[in-house]
Nanobody, 125 residues
Framework: QVQLVESGGGSVQAGGSLRLSCVAS????????MGWFRQAPGKEREFVGL????????NYADSVKGRFTIFRDNVKNTVYVQMNSLKPEDTAVYYC??????????????????WGQGTQVTVSS
């Protein structure tokens, strides 16, 4: 069975930092592009960023560029997003997702094969 399990969410003040982790099992992790998405109350799920499976390359939404960093550890089957300079508008449930041999242009949720359960991030002003 394929499982993606996020952790690391919590509550922080504006300007603070948080690191989220997503541990994958039941798949050949190194063959998957890993994406991060988020969904705030009353809003659609939106792309945050991704890290590719082959030539390790990242792609970020403009809203988080320069503040968030995605990296992966293929030995631990884990993808991370380091979130710095957090803003109240970053408050959302954050999801990791996996797409087999996904391209750097995989920014739509419907392109992904597997999803985690999500972890809540709350940023207060």
């Amino acid at each position: 069975q394929v499982q993606l399990v996020e952790s690391g969410g919590g509550s922080v003040q504006a300007g603070g930092s948080l690191r989220l982790s997503c541990v994958a099992s039941g798949l050949t992790f190194s063959s998957y592009t890993m994406g991060w998405f988020r969904q705030a109350p009353g809003k659609e799920r939106e792309f945050v960023g991704l890290i590719s499976w082959n030539i390790i390359t990242t792609n970020y939404a403009d809203s988080v560029k320069g503040r968030f960093t995605i990296f992966r550890d293929n030995v631990k089957n884990t993808v991370y997003v380091q979130m710095n300079s957090l803003k109240p508008e970053d408050t959302a449930v954050y999801y990791c997702a996996a797409v087999l041999r996904g391209r750097i242009t995989s920014i739509r949720a419907d392109q992904y094969d597997y999803w985690g359960q999500g972890t809540q991030v709350t940023v207060s002003s």
